[in-house]
């Protein structure tokens, strides 16, 4: 089955930026899918089809996909950007989703 | 407003049923699918499988494969998942997201927390 993998965890200044990847195997090829959850909360998406971006979603948020990792970038991070962001991907050979391990985001 | 409203919180012993549901409000369940995804408390998120609610087609992941069961009634916009017998493992909160077009998860439900003990 199809694994996506991600950094457990990364940490960023206040006004600095912060990038997580998603590795997986030719990723570049898939559409990439990004949420955000925070405590307590269900997840929301944040970036959809690899860099679109939901209506309601700042332009702090955007996304790339190249080669074996797709990259969610958070600029000018937040305090309440502190979250988990998971990737997510649609496995067309098996019909089945994946998402990735997850990245808790901590803003020092 | 698109929303996905889904049925309380619950507390079950080991071998008992349970059928949870989701509930969808300002658009047409049959006009897309349903995703369930679990998250065991401090875990990630786990993709258990899909619906097509407009013919109750289903996909299920094979982690979840034979434990538990989609289903869907068009008369009142609302999906369902069920366990016939339930284990401890099964502790977790379970959300039901609605599947846009590109196969991302646009809409999700608050999720319903499943207590199983003994």
């Known amino acids: 089955s199809y694994v996506l993998t991600q950094p457990p965890s990364v940490s960023v200044a206040p006004g600095q930026t912060a990038r997580i990847t998603c590795g997986g195997d030719?990723?570049?090829?898939?559409?990439v899918h990004w949420y955000q959850q925070k405590p307590g909360q269900a997840p929301v998406l944040v970036v959809y089809?690899?860099?679109g971006r939901p209506s309601g979603i700042p332009e702090r948020f955007s996304g790339s996909n190249s080669g074996n990792t797709a990259t969610l970038t958070i600029s000018r991070v937040e305090a309440g950007d502190e979250a988990d962001y998971y990737c997510?991907?649609?496995?067309?050979?098996?019909?089945?989703?994946?998402f990735g391990t997850g990245t808790t985001v901590t803003v020092l | 407003e698109v929303q996905l409203v889904q049925s309380g919180a619950v507390v079950k012993k080991p071998g008992e049923s349970l059928r949870i549901s989701c509930k969808g409000s300002?658009?047409?369940?049959?006009?897309?699918?349903i995703s369930w995804v679990r998250q065991v408390p401090g875990k990630g998120l786990e993709w258990m499988g899909r619906?097509?609610?407009?013919?109750?087609?289903?996909v299920y992941s094979p982690s979840f494969q034979g434990h538990v069961t989609f289903s869907a009634d068009k008369s009142i916009n609302t999906a369902y998942l069920q366990w016939s017998s339930l284990k401890a493992s099964d502790t977790a909160i379970y959300s039901c997201?609605?599947?846009?077009?590109?196969?991302?998860?646009?809409?999700w439900g608050k999720g319903t927390t499943v207590t199983v003990s003994s």
């Open positions: 997201a609605k599947v846009g077009g590109d196969y991302y998860m646009d809409v």
């Open positions: 300002g658009f047409s369940l049959t006009s897309y699918w």
């Open positions: 619906i097509d609610p407009s013919d109750s087609y289903t």
């Open positions: 030719n990723i570049g090829s898939q559409s």
């Open positions: 089809a690899d860099s």
């Open positions: 997510q991907v649609w496995d067309s050979s098996s019909d089945h989703y994946v």
